[in-house]
């Protein structure tokens, strides 16, 4: 059984609702990254088939929008923040001891999948700086112990 058969149920009970509808493609990709934790491209044909599209079109939508990802990627996502106000308050610091820590350069994900490390242009928190979010959780005024500590609490 290939890696589309094994998914093909699921994706299949996600499709149903918006079978024939095209103008659902975006709900349709942010539930199947939902379940997957990215959107597999051998999935691609499948919901431009099912949603009445073609599969450029899929594909148009997936690499236009940055929140879309095509490979797999780590269970915990670890954003640091390379604005003005957190570059000015250390920053750079940060991103440094978080790639020691988790071996990782920008936009790489750890070999067991637990980290994927990511810099952004802002997060919008800059009364807090320097920030750093894992998941979906804030840390402001960052340090290299509090750092530290956070990872840890992912591991």
């Known amino acids: 059984m290939n890696q589309l058969e094994t998914m093909l149920p699921?994706?299949?009970?996600?499709?149903?609702?918006?079978?024939?509808?095209?103008?659902?493609?975006?709900?349709?990709?942010q539930e199947v990254q939902e379940?997957?934790?990215?959107?597999?491209?051998?999935?691609?044909p499948h919901i431009a088939e099912s949603l009445k599209l073609f599969p450029?079109?899929?594909?148009?939508?997936?690499t236009f929008y940055?929140?879309?990802?095509?490979?797999?990627?780590?269970k915990n996502i670890v954003t640091v923040c390379r604005g003005?106000?957190?570059?000015?308050?250390?920053?750079?610091?940060?991103?440094?001891v978080v790639q020691r820590e988790l071996n990782l350069?920008?936009?790489?994900?750890?070999?067991?999948?637990?980290?994927t490390l990511e810099t952004v242009a802002c997060l919008g928190a800059c009364a807090q700086a320097p920030v750093m979010v894992v998941n979906r959780n804030y840390y402001g005024k960052m340090n290299p112990k509090k750092i530290e500590t956070i990872l840890n609490s992912y591991r």
Not at 56 to 62: E, K
């Open 105 to 115: 350069k920008d936009g790489e994900t750890s070999p067991d999948y637990n980290f």
């Open 35 to 44: 379940v997957f934790g990215y959107i597999p491209p051998e999935t691609m």
């Open 66 to 74: 940055s929140q879309f990802y095509t490979y797999p990627r780590g």
């Open 10 to 29: 699921k994706l299949n009970e996600i499709l149903n609702p918006y079978r024939s509808n095209p103008e659902a493609l975006i709900p349709v990709l």
């Open 84 to 96: 003005t106000a957190c570059h000015v308050r250390g920053g750079t610091g940060v991103l440094r």
């Open 56 to 62: 450029s079109q899929v594909q148009g939508v997936i």
